[in-house]
């Protein structure tokens, strides 16, 4: 899978633009900060996943004064090429359309277009809290087969239902003046059919969370030894929130589930745990890398986890995803920034950077970027 040529129009800085990378290896896109290098990035990403990295609501994607904007690229999948446009309005509709057929449902897009993407925001999968490992974790499982994208929406819809039935529930229980604090006879029928729902949806979720955890622990672990030049051992693991199956865990925890009014088990409260072993520590124990691993050591292992789903995808699909790597040089120290360099994996990367690349680095093409124009692209 490459990308042949990304179109941007009224695509936040950008009035148009058009960007041509190398078909192969990587191309770097350098600019001065606030030039719009890290907008093509996520321009291209956008398409992939319907969503901004940066975590950026839909209307700041639009160009100030306008009402929409428009992302096309035509890629090569398959041996074949295909052309992906999505129409962004500031109101938050989107028009999408493959091969200049509409595509009704968001879902549908997904997969005609894979990235693998690293911005300084990924050190939270790392530093943050659980909900950003469980979104990395989400994010590969679709990317890695998109039909999962419907899972993760049965989930979260069926916990938007329960939510909302705990808190008409527990409202009702506070009217009563008199009489029994039980739920009604309706509402607790509702309630177990929300239970079993979200006992086989979350488990069907939390399945496939575990099973990828297990086939990408060798390819982080892998990715962070070449990063951290060997230096210390990567540990992953998937922790369940519930013993037992879901349901049993759900009945055993309704009235605390009813006193505070949202659902405490479910994937929706699993964590990925990561730790580090070795890296020069006197303990030789796994340590949680959240609080025990250096800056240097958090930052290339959020880079490994998105380098190891990147290999792993690869293999799964036999496709290799476009690498997006935004400002990369800036979080990385210059060992590691040429450790990295030296161990892309094989395929079509972009790059940017506001600055000089490691010393004896030459990538396929270089291409500049000035206040919101693109400019001609040049061969190393």
Partial sequence: MRLIRLWVGN??????????????????????????????????????????????????LVRHGVERAVVRAEVEREGRSVLLEVEIHAGGRHRMMVNRQPVRRARDLLGALRVSVFSPDDLSM????????????????????????????????????????????????AERKRGSDQLSPDVASTLDVWDAKLSDAGEMLADAREDLVMALEPQVTKAYGQLATGKGDVTLAYQRSWRGPLSDALATARDEDLRRAVTTAGPHRDELSLAITGGGREVPVPLPARTHASQGEQRSLALALRLGAHVL???????????????????????????????????QALLTTAGSAPAGFSPARTVSVRAGRVEAGRAS
């Fill in 11 to 60: 695509y936040r800085n950008y009035e148009s633009a058009e960007l041509e990378p190398a078909p192969e290896g990587l191309t770097v896109i350098e600019g001065a900060n606030g030039d719009g290098k890290t907008n093509l990035l996520e321009a291209v990403a956008y398409l992939a996943t319907l969503s901004s990295f940066r975590g950026a609501p839909v209307d700041a």
């Fill in 126 to 173: 790392v530093k943050g809290g659980p909900g950003e490992r469980r979104q990395y974790l989400d994010e590969v499982l679709v990317a890695l087969r998109p039909a999962n994208e419907a899972l993760r929406a049965d989930v979260e819809r069926i916990l938007r239902q329960r939510n909302a039935l705990l808190k008409q529930a527990q409202a009702r229980l």
């Fill in 313 to 347: 995808i690869t293999e799964s699909t036999g496709s290799s995803p476009v690498l997006l790597l935004d400002d990369v040089f800036s979080e990385l120290d210059a060992a590691r920034s040429s450790a990295l360099l030296a161990s892309l994996p094989l395929g």
